[in-house]
């Protein structure tokens, strides 16, 4: 039984900065694909960003520069710098293992103006 958990989430104000994390459980993490992604109200899913078990990182273009993705296979746990936040970063942000049917149940970043 394999379970991601996020956690980090919260009200910021624009500008500010969040980090969040995703703990894993079980025996896939020292070999998956680790992925971010959100979902704002009324728009479909997309990916923020992802890391490889050996560490290579890709993230969406229109992210690049101000998240940071990253993750510490000793503690089996995948994280996500959010910095100047933006109002249009309001999302539930989820954590996911890339190829495999495990998701976290999410996190919600809301930024204010």
């Known amino acids: 039984q394999v379970q991601l958990v996020e956690s980090g989430g919260g009200l910021v104000q624009a500008g500010e900065s969040l980090r969040l994390s995703c703990a894993a459980s079980?025996?896939?993490?020292?070999?998956?694909?680790m992925g971010w992604y959100r979902q704002a109200p009324e728009k479909q899913r997309e990916l923020v960003a992802f890391?490889?078990?050996?560490?290579?990182?890709n993230y969406a273009d229109s992210l690049k520069g101000r998240f940071t993705i990253s993750r510490d296979n000793a503690k089996n746990t995948v994280y996500l710098q959010l910095n100047s936040l933006k109002p249009e970063d309001t999302a539930v942000y989820y954590c996911?293992?890339?190829?495999?049917?495990?998701w976290g149940q999410g996190t919600q970043v809301t930024v204010s103006s």
């Open positions: 996911h293992a890339v190829g495999m049917n495990y």
């Open positions: 079980g025996s896939i993490f020292s070999f998956a694909t």
């Open positions: 890391i490889t078990s050996s560490g290579r990182t």
